[in-house]
């Protein structure tokens, strides 16, 4: 089993509408999770981190936590066409600093 | 704030010279810097966890004595491809991890081609 796994995508949203992508992590003793943003040919991007269960709102993006389901999620409220990018899921493992990263969801926000 | 830079951004170079990428965290300290690679249509893989003033620490199947990592001082890790191939072509990407928290913070990568 992939320490994180994400929904495998590609995912393809009109400009304006939410884009929800889905993460699962397999090690229970997670603390610290993150979604990056990745352009093509570019680097992560940090967009959002969360450590509590619950939702974490930063302007349009939203993320959620429930340490139970071993889930995190994003959303993407009023997509934009500057949203098109791959969205990466990561965790740190226990008792390091490594992260650990899901095979990332490519969205498309079509116009 | 959070600024880590690389250099070069690009590099060709022929098969069986070395090559090093330098990583920077501009405007904090990182007692923790990592390597990742990533081939085409791929997730990051990491290669190298790196610490300050100690050896850095390989992934499973990535070969320490071909690609040499040192991290000298909190604001400066190296990493250096020795002899390389065309299979070593890949985008290279460090990034750091403030002394304080948990995030990591990434370079804009170094594209490398062996030709």
């Known amino acids: 089993q992939k320490e994180v796994e994400q929904n495998s995508g590609p995912l393809s949203v009109p400009e304006g509408a939410i884009a929800s992508l889905n993460c699962t992590y397999s090690d229970r003793g997670s603390q610290s999770f993150f979604w990056y943003r990745q352009y093509s040919g570019k680097s992560p991007e940090l967009i959002m981190s969360i450590y509590s269960n619950g939702d974490k709102e930063d302007g349009r993006f939203t993320a959620q936590l429930n340490k139970a389901s071993q889930y995190v999620s994003l959303l993407i409220r009023d997509s934009q066409p500057s949203d098109s990018a791959t969205y990466l899921c990561?965790?740190?493992?226990?008792?390091?600093?490594?992260?650990?990263f899901g095979a990332g969801t490519t969205v498309t926000v079509r116009a | 704030g959070a600024v880590v830079s690389q250099h070069p951004s690009w590099v060709i170079c022929k098969s069986g010279t070395s090559v090093k990428i330098e990583c920077r965290s501009l405007?904090?300290?990182?007692?923790?810097m990592f390597w990742y690679r990533q081939f085409p249509k791929q997730s990051l893989m990491l290669m190298a966890t790196?610490?300050?003033?100690?050896?850095?620490?390989?992934e499973q199947g990535v070969e320490k004595d071909k690609f040499l990592i040192n991290h000298a001082s909190l604001t400066l890790s190296t990493l250096t491809v020795t002899s390389a191939h065309p299979e070593d072509s890949s985008f290279y990407i460090c990034?750091?991890?403030?002394?304080?928290?948990?995030?990591?913070?990434f370079g804009p990568g170094t594209r490398l081609t062996v030709l």
């Open positions: 990561a965790v740190n493992l226990p008792l390091d600093y490594k992260l650990s």
């Open positions: 990034s750091a991890r403030d002394m304080t928290g948990n995030e990591q913070f």
């Open positions: 405007d904090f300290q990182a007692t923790t």
């Open positions: 790196s610490n300050e003033g100690s050896k850095a620490t390989y």
